[in-house]
Nanobody, 125 residues
Framework: QVQLVESGGGLVQAGDSLRLSCAAS????????MAWFRQALGKEREFVAA????????SVADSVKDRFTISRENAKNTVYLQMNSLKPEDTGVYYC??????????????????WGQGTQVTVSS
């Protein structure tokens, strides 16, 4: 497993932007597909975006397509989530997750074995 620490959350107004960061420890970051999930109060954790080990391939949930972008810098052991045109329904705790080494990216919560503690994003209307 890898240790993950998210940052960048906060309280913003609808239409604003935020960039979340997830810093990973260890030397296996570049061998792991990464993803962002979110969980609203009282709801199940849901997929937001994923990125392949080399950063070439990405997958984004339909609900955030054209607004959110996932990227990574393997030299910095960091994955990002750029969130634009935020809406109140984007409110929730955002989690960074890592797949086991050498596995392809996935949209399923159960296929990730390392999780950060989460960062709160609140979007007011």
């Amino acid at each position: 497993q890898v240790q993950l620490v998210e940052s960048g959350g906060g309280l913003v107004q609808a239409g604003d932007s935020l960039r979340l960061s997830c810093a990973a420890s260890g030397r296996t970051f570049s061998s792991r597909a990464m993803a962002w999930f979110r969980q609203a109060l009282g709801k199940e954790r849901e997929f937001v975006a994923a990125i392949s080990r080399n950063g070439i391939s990405t997958s984004v949930a339909d609900s955030v397509k054209d607004r959110f972008t996932i990227s990574r810098e393997n030299a910095k052991n960091t994955v990002y989530l750029q969130m634009n045109s935020l809406k109140p329904e984007d409110t929730g705790v955002y989690y960074c997750a890592a797949r086991p080494a050498l596995r392809s990216m996935s949209t399923y919560v159960t296929e990730y074995d390392s999780w950060g503690q989460g960062t709160q994003v609140t979007v007011s209307s």
